[in-house]
């Protein structure tokens, strides 16, 4: 592996672990999964799927990563959030249980089930900035939006037309991204194509270094 080839770490405590491996893998990264801190240690960036976000903060506590990973954000680990994901990255999150943790590493207020239950799921086209050759296809499956993001945030795509037109659904403040949507079952790599080259930037020769270590 050279530093063009970073190390992404994907939490594999609960969703699509194995299709965001494969989106990351064919955008140029090698992938680890990630359930113990002395696997955290290894990763340049880190995926944070979908799933059941109050069932993920809990098991972020019993396998001991709640603290270390909010050490490594906090000090500038590069890290995607996807629906789940997204709730888990922000500074406040409306609608969850009174337990719920969060990982404070992107300043925005997520409605958690905010498009509504299972059967309310849909899929539209989002313009998404810093993504090129067309739309995206975004497939929405009980997921947040942002009701308020903070003046370092930067908005990547709103929801186009109907009930919910105008609602933030990707953000991104510096190296964390985060999105309501799940590009990893559309067979679209360019999400993760976005985060690899965010992960590619900030780390430098540091890729190449975990590599030697081992």
């Not at 995206?136 to 947040?144: G, K, N, T």
Request: charged content about 25%; overall charge negative; glycine content about 10%.
């Amino acid at each position: 592996m050279t530093a063009s080839s970073p190390t992404i770490g994907v939490l594999a405590l609960q969703g699509d672990v194995r299709e965001h491996r494969s989106a990351l893998e064919a955008a140029g990264a090698r992938t680890i999964t990630v359930r113990r801190e002395r696997e955290l240690d290894e990763v340049d960036g880190i995926l944070l799927p979908g799933g059941e976000s109050t069932t993920v903060s809990r098991l972020l506590r019993v396998f001991d990563l709640l603290e270390p990973l909010r050490t490594r954000l906090k000090a500038g680990l590069p890290a995607y959030g996807s629906c789940a994901g997204m709730i888990l990255l922000a500074s406040q999150v409306l609608d969850t249980t009174d337990d719920a943790e969060h990982l404070d590493a992107l300043d925005i207020a997520v409605r958690r089930n905010a498009f509504g239950r299972q059967v309310d799921s849909f899929e539209t086209d989002l313009h998404m900035a810093g993504i090129d050759d067309g739309p995206v296809r975004a497939v929405f499956i009980r997921a947040p939006w942002v009701e308020h993001a903070g003046p370092g945030v930067e908005i990547l795509a709103r929801v186009p037309d109907g009930p919910a037109a105008g609602r933030a659904v990707a953000v991104r403040q510096g190296v964390v991204i985060a999105t309501s949507f799940h590009p990893e079952i559309t067979g679209d790599h360019r999400v993760h194509r976005l985060f690899v080259e965010i992960v590619r930037s900030a780390t430098g020769g540091r890729a190449e270094s975990h590599s030697r270590g081992g």
